[in-house]
């Protein structure tokens, strides 16, 4: 019997894109493809985070499934943890503090690809792209489980930061597309926008680029993706690199490896990404320094 192989995604089809190419290539290269010796079964929140725990639980119950990959981000991960029992489970990129606590069945392993840890990394970015900013705003997800403590953690690093000036933490919250387009358009005079990482955002890569630039607002965000979309800048890990670690983990573990002998995967490299044309769309000039710490330089 083909074996099969679980997806549990907290966003959509439309989504994966990329990323699910990605995790083919790693599963390939231990040898399985989808179609041939292995078959992927996918099951979709769109968004709807409080249908996860349902989604998780018909994968477990499920006998044929022999490994559940966690994608969209943390919410996936816990809730398929916590609808399992001893199925073996793949989570593709959660905060450091989730993957410390999900490690601790042994039935988990996957990549802890340090998402909102370096929110506090991008708002520098930005105010180093943008030395005379007063006020920030920061987009974050209110349906995220952690928003308020991650934002809380946001706003006290924020007066610790070495800035020639104090600058100002405007926040607001979205959890649907109609509701992006209403914050957006109803910031103010914030000088740019950092989004918060989370999944929900990815999904709606196209709208937030093309919000943000009608708007003239410059922003940063999380994923390359964004800056290759016409997103002014980007940092972070590549969502690339954590699929494909996630296609090689779950191949495997169908070979028989138990998730407990598959250590969790850090990220240790970011990239700085700043697309050029996008900047001389909004008349910013973008400080030499940044230029050359940028990893990719989009023209």
């Known amino acids: 019997m083909t074996q099969r192989i679980g997806i549990l995604d907290s966003t959509s089809a439309a989504t994966l894109g990329d990323q699910y190419a990605a995790f083919q290539r790693g599963l390939k290269e231990v040898g399985y493809v989808d179609g041939d010796n292995v078959t992927i079964e996918f099951k979709f929140a769109e968004n709807d985070y ?24 943390p919410v996936s991960a816990v809730a398929a943890a916590t609808a399992t029992g001893d199925k073996a489970i793949v989570f593709t990129s959660v905060t450091d503090a989730v993957a410390g606590r999900l490690r601790k069945g042994k039935n988990l392993t996957g990549v802890a690809g340090k998402t909102s840890e370096l929110d506090l990394a991008r708002l520098k970015l930005l105010c180093r792209l943008l030395p005379g900013a007063r006020e920030i705003g920061v987009l974050v997800n209110k349906n995220r489980p952690t928003r308020r403590e991650e934002l809380k953690n946001l706003v006290a690093a924020v007066h610790k930061l070495d800035l020639k000036r104090k600058v100002r933490l405007v926040s607001r919250e979205a959890g649907t597309p109609r509701e992006i387009d209403t914050v957006l358009q109803n910031l103010g005079d914030v000088d740019g926008l950092v989004f918060a990482a989370d999944p929900f955002f990815n999904s709606r890569r196209a709208q937030l680029v093309e919000l ?76 030499p320094t940044l230029l050359e710490e940028a990893d990719e330089l989009i023209e």
């Not at 499920?62 to 559940?68: E, F, M, R």
């Open 212 to 287: 943000t630039k009608h708007l003239k607002l410059p922003a940063i965000y999380q994923w390359r993706e964004f800056a290759a979309a016409g997103g002014l800048m980007s940092y972070g890990p590549s969502i690339q690199r954590a699929y494909h670690q996630a296609g090689i983990y779950a191949g495997l573990i169908l070979k028989g490896m138990k998730p407990a002998q598959l250590p969790v995967v850090e990220a240790s490299s970011f990239e700085l990404v700043i697309n050029l044309k996008t900047a001389n769309a909004l008349d910013i000039g973008i400080p």
């Open 50 to 73: 409080e249908r996860l725990d349902g989604l998780a639980a018909r994968f477990v119950g499920d006998d044929d499934v022999a490994v559940i990959v966690a994608a969209g981000g």
